[in-house]
């Protein structure tokens, strides 16, 4: 069975520009979550959807937003990218909304720079 | 909200000898505390978990302690091995009560030499 994948892999964008980052979620998951991972730093929880609905949003300006579609892929968006937000973006998947079942699996990430 | 403390940053131990990471946490009321490990260009992999109705857990050569009233937990790596290089996060969560967030700590970079 296919992990979680993540879409693209590496991408390079300005200042200014938008981004939209894509995840497919493992087979019979219905939750997808968003982390951002900075070099050298844990990641940072950004989003989770659950049955297409927002369950849960980090610490993150509304330049960051998220969707799930019906299929349970989800994509991320950022519009108006700084500097800062160049970084490893994961999608973990599972099957329940809840963290603590020992079932969050992670991509291996988009890697974003924004010069 | 929930901070996550990890020591060391990084931990080098000759192949055979034990590897010990520890945590803390700033919020009595997370119950969740996952450890992950992350080789290089990979995403997070889950090596061991622990509740907190539990004290000890043990699988194969890791094991992880939590320590409720001091808000810590290790992770015990024995006889390591040079696959057992790699980086690892500790976390910590309050499940459905934070938005089944992970809120993890900085990171260690295990260097095993053979």
């Known amino acids: 069975d296919a992990g979680v994948t993540q879409s693209p892999t590496h991408l390079i964008k300005t200042r200014g520009q938008h981004v939209t980052l894509r995840c497919s979620p493992i087979?019979?998951?219905?939750?997808v979550s968003w982390y951002q991972q900075v070099l050298g730093q844990g990641p940072q929880f950004i989003f989770q959807?659950?049955?297409?609905?927002?369950?849960g949003r980090g610490n993150f300006p509304d330049r960051f937003s998220a969707r799930q579609f019906p299929n349970y892929s989800s994509e991320l968006n950022v519009n108006a990218l700084l500097l800062g937000d160049s970084a490893l973006y994961l999608c973990?998947?599972?099957?329940?909304?809840?963290?603590?079942?020992?079932?969050?699996?992670f991509g291996e990430g988009s890697r974003l720079t924004v010069l | 909200g929930e901070n996550v403390e990890q020591h060391p940053s990084t931990l080098s131990v000759q192949e055979g000898d034990s590897a010990v990471i520890k945590c803390t946490y700033s919020?009595?009321?997370?119950?969740?505390f996952p450890w992950y490990k992350q080789e290089l260009g990979k995403g997070p992999q889950l090596i061991i978990d622990?509740?907190?109705?539990?004290g000890e857990k043990k699988d194969q050569r890791i094991a992880v302690t939590l320590n409720k009233t001091a808000k810590h937990f290790s992770l015990h790596i024995t006889e390591t091995q040079p696959e057992d290089s790699a980086v690892y996060f500790c976390?910590?969560?309050?499940?459905?009560?934070?938005?089944?967030?992970?809120?993890f700590g900085g990171g260690t970079r295990v260097l095993v030499k053979p």
């Open positions: 973990a998947s599972s099957w329940g909304a809840q963290v603590d079942t020992g079932e969050l699996f």
């Open positions: 959807y659950y049955e297409k609905e927002e369950r």
């Open positions: 622990i509740r907190s109705n539990v």
């Open positions: 919020d009595s009321a997370s119950n969740y």
């Open positions: 087979s019979g998951h219905k939750s």
């Open positions: 976390a910590a969560s309050k499940g459905k009560a934070a938005g089944n967030k992970l809120t």
